[in-house]
């Protein structure tokens, strides 16, 4: 493989055969399979990192790194390339979860935005190196559906805030240069902050079947998350394990309004097969530049 340039940094087909390899052993029930894509992918990541493709000096860096992570403690800041390596390894958790669904590396973009540095609380973003990178994103796919968390600074990771300042600054910009005729966007929010329900547009019901399926997924996928180091109050296990009982409660908050009746006697598989509740807000660009500057003022104290 290294003969063949398959750890080369801007090798994409190499990139997708490291998901196509694990998500094959997952499937097969096969831990060695698995391993071995995830080995791959770690090893891309320390030759870009390191910049050296001599197996025998990767092999002094690898023993650098083990005696580095016993030193450390969850929360203590890293040295730049350790927050890069990060970085990098949850990078390939979403790329294992994009690839349940069919996309690879020509379809997902890390834009690996400046304002995430490690700290507790991360720093204001920038035109220039945060919005800017996002923008041409968006100039190059012309969007007509855009996600984004609606998550008030403050009710989790600051970096969800962050990101949606950052969103809605290029998003702007992107509707004033472009002019698009069909977009769309589409907050949500999960194990953070939650919206009531007179605040969403859209309820989308959940089946077991469903439920199922991403708690799979993110046991597969998310490695690094499976015992997370800063749970959430609600409960000290999975992310997954805690969106699943969002997703209930939400449910039954709806099946109160509704009567139960509305699901268990409805002429629609679907409704009948729903126990969980995703809540959405889908807005035009002008209906999130407001809800943007809402949530800045509340948790800025901005006039």
């Known amino acids: 493989l290294m003969e063949e340039g398959y750890f080369e940094p801007n090798n994409e087909s190499g990139r997708n055969r490291d998901v196509y390899q694990f998500l094959d052993g997952v499937a097969a029930h096969s831990k060695h399979m698995q391993q071995e894509g995830e080995a791959r992918r770690l090893l891309r990541n320390l030759i870009f990192i390191f910049e050296e493709n001599d197996l025998s000096q990767l092999r002094n860096r690898i023993s650098e790194l083990i005696l580095y992570f016993k030193s450390q403690y969850p929360g203590k800041k890293d040295l730049p390339y350790i927050q890069q390596l990060k970085g990098m390894l949850r990078e390939w958790e979403s790329d294992l979860k994009w690839g349940h669904l069919g996309f690879n590396a020509f379809h ?9 540095k490690g700290e507790i609380f991360t720093e204001t973003p920038r035109m220039d190196r945060d919005v800017a990178p996002l923008l041409a994103l968006m100039q190059q796919v012309k969007p007509t559906i855009v996600t984004v968390a609606l998550d008030p600074e403050g009710s989790g990771p600051d970096t969800h805030y962050k990101v949606l300042q950052t969103v809605s600054q290029a998003l702007r910009i992107y509707q004033e240069e472009e002019k698009p005729n069909k977009l769309e966007v589409w907050g949500y929010r999960n194990v953070w902050y939650r919206f009531h329900p007179s605040e969403v547009t859209t309820l989308i019901p959940v089946s077991l079947n469903s439920m199922a399926v991403m708690e799979a997924a993110f046991e597969t996928c998310f490695g690094s998350q499976r015992e997370a180091s800063f749970p959430s109050y609600e409960l000290d296990g999975p992310f997954s394990r805690l969106s699943r009982k969002i997703l209930v409660e939400q449910y039954q908050d709806i099946k109160c309004c509704l009567g139960r009746e509305f699901f268990n006697e409805s002429k629609h598989l679907r409704l009948r097969a729903s126990h969980g509740m995703v809540y959405l807000k889908k807005m035009t660009p002008d209906e ?16």
């Open 108 to 116: 997902v973009h890390h834009l690996r935005l400046g304002f995430y």
């Open 288 to 303: 999130f530049f407001q809800t943007s500057r809402e949530l800045k003022k509340s948790t800025e104290n901005i006039e």
